[in-house]
């Protein structure tokens, strides 16, 4: 079996930018501006997550500055009406933070990424412990998997399972893979699309599989 990034733990960044909650509004901003990130872990004690604040934690202090805070629209907002008057992370984060554990496979990661709008999940351990972070580039990765990576992948894990001793192709070309070749079983084509779409970094299943010719000689 050949290795292929399945985990958060394959992608994750293990240096991770993290500010304490009573870390100033203005020194999360300077944070975030130098490391070009868009949110940081907030930790408490040892390096146990309690939160997380974002650009969007700290927007209501600049789209509050000049409304009445008295308008209905704005009452049923009393969380962002709050965090505009915070100055410190633990003021202005989102809590319980959204974490991930290293052995989260990359598919849930990346739907909770897209359930929850967010762009960077700190990952923990059992103790709610920082062990690194995963962002949406992260899970991206496993695109950049060479065409040649890819083809070895499938042809040991997928065609060769499906279609011991037959003559069943694997070309690539810019992560999308085409199958081709004669099988006399049509009913595993789906299973062999299915299986192929699930190898980390392929992009898409081209079938080109046909059945041997049957026809009677003449």
Do not use: C, N, Y
């Not at 290795?3 to 870390?23: F, K, L, N």
């Not at 927007?59 to 100055?87: H, I, N, W, Y």
């Not at 598919?107 to 709008?117: D, E, L, Y």
């Not at 789906?190 to 003449?218: C, M, N, Q």
């Amino acid at each position: 079996m050949l290795h292929t990034p399945r985990t958060v733990s394959d992608v994750m960044t293990h240096t991770v930018i993290a500010v304490g909650r009573e870390a100033p509004f203005k020194e999360i901003v300077a944070l975030m501006e130098q490391w070009k990130i868009s949110a940081l872990p907030v930790l408490a004690g040892e390096g146990r997550v309690i939160g997380v604040v974002s650009e969007a934690d700290l927007l209501p202090k600049e789209e509050f500055r000049d409304s009445d805070p008295t308008r209905t629209d704005q009452l049923r907002r009393l969380s962002d009406l709050a965090k505009a008057g915070g100055v410190t992370a633990g003021e202005v984060m989102s809590t319980p933070a959204v974490t991930v554990h290293p052995d989260t496979t990359l598919p849930q990661a990346a739907r909770i990424m897209a359930q929850r709008h967010i762009k960077r999940l700190p990952v923990t351990d059992a103790h709610d412990l920082l062990q690194g972070v995963v962002s949406r580039s992260d899970l991206l990765k496993v695109f950049l998997r060479t065409d040649e990576d890819l083809a070895d992948e499938v042809t040991h894990t997928v065609t060769a399972f499906l279609f011991p001793g037959r003559t069943v192709t694997v070309a690539v070309e810019s992560g999308v893979v085409t199958l081709g070749g004669e099988i006399r079983d049509r009913t595993l084509v789906p299973v062999a699309a299915r299986l192929t779409r699930a190898v980390e970094g392929v992009v898409d299943v081209r079938i080109a599989l046909t059945e041997p010719d049957r026809s009677p000689p003449r």
